[in-house]
DNA sequence: TTGAAAGCGATACCAT
DNA sequence: ATGGTATCGCTTTCAA
């Protein structure tokens, strides 16, 4: 591969002229620059980002952790970020953290040896401690998908409790009074936040839950088909079902219908997350949208908003999103 | 950030015996080592990575070149090479090449000023010709899903052709005569293929296609319901049909559905590229698996193991993938 | 308008 | 076993 001296020699010019051509420098002589150019589209010539960073001490990167790209949930994350990253002419180094504190540790490390300023994390094996020390080393550092209150300008986040909220109203709404629900046993934050937000707004309206209608499994469809069968065993009547995500409410929905359950006629299901997926199933799927993709490109944002300003403006500002409910086809009133 | 001088001067060493033992090298007092070791812990000295490339001429990313992240085969794919990648302890820098020429162009510019000398593209867009140029200048550069002749030895591509004939297959051997296609308009080589393999298999079987039985649309749910209007707007019966993707596939079956015809029991469908969907689906759809990841992964290896020889050793391997199918739910036999 | 030269942070060769 | 130093490709003063 060429570089800045073969281009010079070749233009019989300095390397200075050459840099000042590639970065359209201010003052250079037309016919300099035309004969540079030249030459440099002659011999191909493509100026080295690694050199170019080492130099300006700018990385023209911008790098993501999340735990696997196969989940099309962290999959429009990191297309988010990619989003902003394309705006600003930047790219994507993109590293999954698998399940593990190590790898997360591991995969946040190797993008700080890259000296990528701006990067935004999706952690959820990390401790608390470790990622505020991260975060004062590295302004950059955006958290995504948790909030910590001692770093909370540096999180964007989802208010799950209100989401369990939100779902509870809905079903309220419909009639409902004979609710489930079908929870995750993984990662405990997101589905006890969203559990507990549900429960408090049927208090806030005297009602209350039958806790043998809570029941959990693996977050993914299967699960929920194992988790409708324990309910369904449980021979307590229902007539609506609040489910962790929308992989699993597929699952729920099968299930139930494979049991003589029409839904919504019978049990309505409201999931969560809007992948997808909820579009295309049958009935489509009543759920609540994780706004993931905006989330994203706000945290992208800011990052690379952390990292111009040295100063440590710490703006005041707070980045708390809200689900939004999308009533498509698997809830409707209770008809007695 | 702290630079090897940092800890040289702290640790009272000189930074070629930092540089020793940041690369394990292999000369270094015990207590030398230890302290410098220590002296690194204590200020968070992280090697700069730019430096780094920039005197060992290497790299420890590899690029990856997709339209966009938010479909999933195309996840699938980046997660492939993430994997590999991971493996041998680099990183992913991924470019979304969007559907124009000129931006698969730029994105993979990008990738060669980032001395990226590993990447693995999916172009649909650029000219064979820029393709193979780009190719003979950047060893490392493996084209995936495309084949094209002159640099056949960097192509990893699916057999459409093929996929179309097991589909073929499949359906005849259940006994269907009345065969429908649903295609996509757009980018004509991967539909034309899988159709003209379809068709040549049925040539082969002494049968063939009514022609007003294949219509195209939109690679997409909605693309796969208005095709199905089409086909049933033609009043001419068939008992089965072949999907371009599953995608469509869906739409289609909710169609058929909405119309009066259950699936498989009245018409049969087969899907290609078995994505997340068809397994969420119901009923689960039958189709074609794209072993994409594994594709991937494949042109991942390529990519590393042709920038290691720099001799042009040119394998005279080829590497045809063909489709499998899988049989789920969608299409059953004949019932007369 | 152009060139010379000093670094950026690391590696690796040559001494010692 | 350790240190000195040239070098990687580029940007950026400072002079001319």
Redesign the pocket.
């Known amino acids: 591969m060429s570089?800045?001296?073969d281009v010079a020699k070749i233009a019989e010019?300095?390397?200075?002229?050459v840099?000042?051509v590639?970065?359209n420098g201010p003052?250079?002589?037309e016919?300099?620059r035309n004969k540079v150019l030249k030459v440099m589209a002659d011999i191909g010539y493509k100026?080295?980002a690694n050199?170019?960073a080492?130099?300006?001490?700018k990385n023209t990167t911008i790098g993501v952790v999340i735990p696997d790209l196969t989940d099309p949930f962290f999959a429009s994350l990191a297309n988010g970020v990619e989003k902003i990253a394309r705006q600003n002419n930047m790219q994507l180094l993109l590293s999954t953290g698998q399940v593990s504190a190590d790898s997360e540790r591991r995969a946040i490390n190797l993008l700080l040896e890259r000296q990528c300023d701006a990067f935004v994390v999706h952690s959820k094996k990390l401790a608390d401690e470790e990622l505020i020390s991260l975060a004062q080393q590295a302004p950059g550092l955006i958290l995504i998908d948790r909030f910590i209150e001692a770093i909370q300008h540096r999180c964007v986040w989802l208010d799950n409790f209100e989401g369990g909220g939100i779902a509870a109203r809905h079903l309220l709404s419909l009639q409902h009074t004979q609710l489930a629900c079908v929870t995750s046993h993984y990662s405990i934050d997101d589905p006890s936040l969203r559990l507990q937000g549900f429960s408090a707004e049927l208090a806030r309206q005297d009602k209350q839950m039958v806790p043998e209608l809570i029941v959990d499994a693996e977050p993914n469809q299967q699960g929920g088909e194992l988790a409708t069968q324990k309910l369904l065993s449980k021979h307590i009547p229902f007539s609506a079902v609040f489910v962790y995500n929308d992989a699993m409410a597929i699952g729920v929905i099968s299930a139930l219908e494979d049991n003589g359950f029409r839904v919504p006629q019978d049990v309505s299901v409201i999931g969560f997350d809007d992948v997808l997926l909820s579009r295309y199933s049958r009935p489509k799927l009543t759920t609540l949208h994780y706004p993931i993709e905006e989330m994203a490109e706000k945290a992208a944002q800011l990052a690379l908003a952390n990292c111009e300003q040295v100063s440590i403006h710490q703006s005041s500002e707070t980045f708390k999103y809200l689900p939004r409910l999308v009533k498509r086809e698997s809830t409707s009133a209770l008809s007695l």
Not at 13 to 17: E, L, R
Not at 54 to 57: F, G, I, P, S
């Open positions: 570089t800045i001296k010019v300095s390397i200075a002229t840099s000042r590639v970065n003052k250079v002589g016919k300099t100026p080295n050199a170019r080492l130099v300006t001490q």
